[in-house]
């Protein structure tokens, strides 16, 4: 059925690996926003609140760079999905499967992603 070289269970391993950061980086986002309206809404939560204030300090960098990740692995659902999966984007190779479940965000193999622009 494959068109490609990846097998069908490392390619269904991945993409359950890549909605399961999905699913961390959403919920990292949902939580870290609107620290300030947060506090105010369990101000009556004393351990809700000591809890806030331990995760609070998530920088607003962090938090774009987790919106670019996000964004990034949307991508890679979808082209997961395809008959393009693990498929170098730039050469055409097959990406190996381990530097897909390393770096879930690349779409390129190594050589291609060294040798970026
Ligand atoms: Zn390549």
């Known amino acids: 059925m494959s068109v490609t ?6 390619r269904l391993q991945l993409i359950a690996l890549v909605e399961q950061r999905i699913s ?3 919920k990292i986002l949902s939580d870290s926003h609107p620290i300030a309206e947060k506090k105010q ?3 009556g939560d004393a351990a ?3 809890d806030l204030t331990i995760n609070a300090p998530v920088g607003e960098k962090i938090l774009s760079e987790h919106k670019i990740e996000l964004s990034q ?4 659902i979808a082209w997961l999905k395809t008959d393009e999966a693990g498929v170098c984007i730039r050469c055409g190779c097959d990406i190996p499967t381990g530097r897909l479940k390393a770096v879930l965000t690349t779409r390129q193999c190594v050589a291609c992603a ?3 622009d």
């Open 5 to 10: 070289g990846m097998h069908e269970k490392d």
């Open 114 to 116: 060294s040798s970026n």
């Open 73 to 76: 692995l949307t991508k890679n």
């Open 48 to 50: 809700a609140n000591l």
């Open 24 to 26: 961390e980086l959403q």
């Open 41 to 43: 809404s369990q101000a």
